[in-house]
Structures are given as C-alpha cells and as structure tokens.
C-alpha cells in the first residue's frame, strides 16, 4: 500500500470527526439539508423525504461528515416541526432559523441549497440563536385545539350573517315572526319551521333557514366541546394560570402557545414580556429621546394580556388604583394600561416557569 493510500483514509476519518452544523430548508415532501464544518465551508447538501424513513437517513447521513449536535431549522412550527422532534429525540440542539434577508437573496440568488447552507450558517456565526418551540406537550395540544375553536367560531359567525341574510329579504309572512329574535332563539325557530316543497322563493328561504340553523347549532356543539378540551388540558398541566384574577381558558392557551411546551427557552421574564409584545422599544434620535409602542411579538399572546388587564380593571380595585395613580403622574389611560399589561405579564410569567421547573404531583397540589 502506498504512502497516498495510507494517508486517504486518515484525512477521511479526520474529516469525520470534525464538528460540523447542520442547515435545514423545510418544505412539504422533501426537506433539503446541508452540513457546514465549523470553518463556514460547505461540506455536502442533499434532499430527502419527509417521512420516518427520510429523518433516519438524514441523520445517518450528516454523521457520516462529523459530529453534530446543532441543528438549524427553518418552520419548526409548521414543515420543519416532525424533523425538530426527531432531532431533538436522537440529541441534537434544534435552533429556530428565519429566512435569509432580502439583501443576502438578492446577492446569492435563491436555491433550496443555498438556503440549508445559509441556515447552518446562521447558526455557526451566531445570528440565529431561538431555541425552537417543542411540539409534542400540552401547549402543542392547546395549539390545535385552540385553531379548531377559533375556525369553528369563524363558521358559527358566518352562518349566522347569513341566516340574517336570508331573513332580511324572505317575505312579510316568514319575516316579521323571526325578526327581533335573539340568536339562540332564532335558531330554534328556524329548526321548527315546518317542511314545504320546493319551487319558491319563500320554500326556498325556509330550507335554506333550516339548513343554516342546524349548522349554526351543530357548530354550537363543536365550539362547547373544544372549550371543555381545553380546559381540561389547563387544569391537567397548568391549573394554577387558571386560578390568577381575570384568566379564563382561551387567554390561558394564547400564553401558554406562545411560550411553547419548553418555557425554559425564554431566559428571562424580560424574554416573556417582549414575546408578547408589550415591552417598550428605544426610538430616541438626536436630542429626542422617547419609547414606542412595541409592535411585534406574539399578538395572540398581546390580545389574552389585554382581555386580562379589561378584566381586572372592571372588577379588581388594586388594578384600578394602580392605574388612576400612573395617569395621576402624568400618563394617559391608554399608557396606564400599557404598564398594567407590563406586570401582568411579570406575573403570569412566572407562574408558568414555576409550574413547569417543580414536580407535576407538586403542581397539581400547590
């Protein structure tokens, strides 16, 4: 054997040792990777399926460059979410990766490849740095039961303008009984309507009316159902959030979605409160020196903090007092209110972190 081939096989093994970062371009049926040593130089990309089989071979197939343990991602909430579980079951560190900027596409044009590579790229330099949300707990299940309730409501709302629709041009004999009813009379009242033939406008309306009022109904059903699931959820893993002043369920849920089912990523409540959007941004310039209003964040968790602080302020006199005392100083209402949703997010926060750091049996109980 000469000293060439000899010497093959030792870079090779050294190569496979080295430590590289995987990048993941996420899409439907195929998520495209590409492994990036800690030089920044791209060692190899391929695609692969997006089934149990592919994650396997996907993983097999970046150690066969290195030693991993980090991992880029982008979509771990939607496309990328089934391979960050199956990362983060076999070890790997999953980071929440965003698109390339505009800028950076514009230079290097725009290529499933390209993207991987920049995704581990991001990674390596330090620019991406988000844990990603795990997906596999009791915010998760929130989370889906949260996006049926909330599209079931959409429905329940839509057959309800259309029944009044309906109602609004049916004639004087079908209309003037019906009108001025309530929603849940209404719809009783359209359930009773007798059964006519078809041929008219007026059958017409009727069958219409009926069909309209049974989903409305049925939707009623499917709304109550999801609201019991979640709160079961809420009182199995976090009954404590339920018992703050002015937390019901659904706001429960929007907080608990947006902190994920690993809060522990979150590495302050400053982190949790800038989450929800409601910390204050510098938008000082020169001799003017002002915050703003924070516009980003999580603003189904912004909403829930809001309904909240509504709640509170209609109901519980320390809230009241807390904010005739900040617009004693000088802030108006809507800046009162703004810091109101501030503490109630320090608050809220946590209690959350706390029932997720101790024992279940203790949480339960505490």
């Known amino acids: 054997m000469t000293s060439a081939s000899m010497a093959q096989p030792t870079r ?86 965003n698109q390339p900027d505009k800028a950076t596409r514009r230079r290097r044009g725009k290529t499933d490849t390209i993207d991987a ?11 991406a740095t988000a844990t990603a949300k795990h997906t596999d707990g009791p915010a998760e299940a929130l989370r889906l039961l949260k996006m049926a309730k909330v599209s079931a ?24 009984p019906l009108d001025g009813l309530t929603i849940p009379k209404l719809v009783r009242a359209c359930l009773a309507l007798p059964r006519a033939a ?54 429960a849920a929007a907080l608990l979605i947006a902190t994920g089912d690993n809060p522990e ?12 959007g409601v910390s204050p941004v510098e938008a000082s310039s020169g001799k003017t020196q002002r915050r703003r209003l924070n516009r980003g964040g999580d603003r189904q968790a912004n909403s829930a903090l809001y309904t909240i602080v509504l709640a509170r302020l209609r109901w519980e006199n320390r ?3 807390y904010v005739e005392r900040r617009i004693a100083e000088g802030k108006t209402r809507r800046e009162a209110i703004r810091c109101l949703k501030r503490y109630v997010a320090r608050e809220l926060y946590t209690i959350i972190i706390r029932a997720h750091t101790m024992p279940k049996e203790q949480a339960l109980a505490a």
Request: include cysteine; charge should be neutral; glycine fraction near 6%.
């Open 12 to 97: 090779l093994h050294q190569e496979r040792r080295q430590e590289v970062v995987l990048g993941v371009d996420t899409h439907k049926d195929t998520h495209v990777a590409a492994v990036v040593s800690t030089t920044g130089r791209l060692v190899d990309s391929r695609s692969f399926p997006t089934t149990a089989d592919g994650y396997r071979q996907l993983l097999d197939w970046v150690r066969l460059h290195g030693m991993v343990d980090r991992a880029g991602v982008e979509c771990t909430g939607s496309y990328g979410a089934a391979l960050s579980r199956f990362l983060r079951s076999n070890g790997l560190a999953v980071i929440e990766v």
């Open 265 to 276: 990523r979150l590495h302050s409540e400053a982190s949790f409160v800038s989450l929800c």
């Open 117 to 127: 590579e920049a995704a581990a790229h991001a990674v390596l330099s330090g620019r």
């Open 319 to 321: 809230s009241r007092t």
């Open 153 to 176: 409501v959409k429905a329940r709302t839509q057959a309800i303008n259309q029944l009044r629709a309906v109602l609004v041009t049916a004639s004087p004999d079908l209309r003037e």
């Open 198 to 251: 078809a041929g008219t406008a007026t059958t017409a309306a009727i069958f219409t009316m009926r069909l309209l009022a049974r989903r409305v109904e049925e939707l009623d059903e499917e709304i109550d159902a999801l609201k019991q699931q979640i709160t079961d959820v809420l009182k199995q893993h976090m009954p404590q959030l339920l018992e703050c002043y002015g937390v019901g369920p659904d706001t």
